[in-house]
């Protein structure tokens, strides 16, 4: 028979856990995080394009060449969005060990054909890789909205990939991927302008966005979310 004595044991860890937890919760997804991996560990999520492909790029060691498209009017905002944020994400794709192709050979090709391409074969045609992503930023901002001397940078556009198939000495890219985007920072609240400059705040937003997207690639711990 268990020992009445066990019961208060028992209700004290109990209220103790409560006491733990409420105040974890309270405060924000980031600390209720933290305590599930007291509890729960780091569980690791798939990423994305895992989950619609069924190919995982480490594992399976594929190489993938990576482009960053973004309207002509934006160029002016930010000129060298492109290039930070195309060197960003395949710097941390490489960080996690994925093969990709080199920026630098893209932007020569780029060059070389008049800046765009109409579609992704193009690109395959010419270049060793088992697969191309192609991300367009749609609109861009690093304002908060009404408020010109607050900084929150908004993006959003799409994410998309394609196989590289070959036929022969042909090669065609088909579609087997789609994601739309969106993200935001700072998350919770704005940055008075007064207290950073302009290109520093656009080199931090971008470095934000590129976490973001490079996570459509690979799989990730949930708490590298925060």
């Not at 009404?146 to 998309?160: D, I, K, L, T």
């Not at 919770?188 to 976490?211: D, G, L, N, W, Y």
Request: hydrophobic share 35%; proline share 5%.
């Amino acid at each position: 028979m268990r020992s009445s004595s066990a019961r208060p044991t028992v209700r004290r860890l109990t209220l103790l856990c409560l006491a733990t937890l409420l105040p974890v919760m309270a405060s924000g997804c980031s600390l209720f995080v933290m305590a599930g991996k007291m509890f729960l560990g780091d569980p690791k999520v798939q990423s994305a394009f895992n989950a619609q492909t069924g190919v995982d790029l480490v594992e399976d060691e594929k190489k993938i060449l990576i482009v960053c498209r973004t309207p002509s009017l934006m160029q002016g905002m930010a000129p060298t969005l492109q290039h930070d944020l195309t060197h960003s994400i395949l710097r941390t794709l490489r960080q996690r060990g994925i093969e990709t192709v080199s920026p630098d050979d893209v932007a020569d090709w780029l060059d070389d054909n008049g800046g765009e391409f109409k579609n992704a074969s193009e690109l395959a045609a010419d270049f060793d890789t088992d697969f191309i992503a192609v991300i367009d930023v749609e609109s861009l901002s690093f304002f908060e909205p009404n408020s010109p001397e607050m900084y929150r940078g908004q993006a959003q556009g799409a994410v998309r990939a394609y196989r590289v198939e070959k036929e022969g000495s042909r090669k065609t890219a088909l579609q087997v991927f789609s994601s739309g985007f969106r993200t935001e920072y700072p998350r919770h609240h704005p940055v008075p302008a007064h207290t950073i400059s302009e290109r520093t705040f656009q080199k931090q937003f971008v470095q934000h966005m590129s976490q973001h997207l490079s996570r459509q690639f690979y799989d990730y711990r949930m708490g590298d979310e925060f």
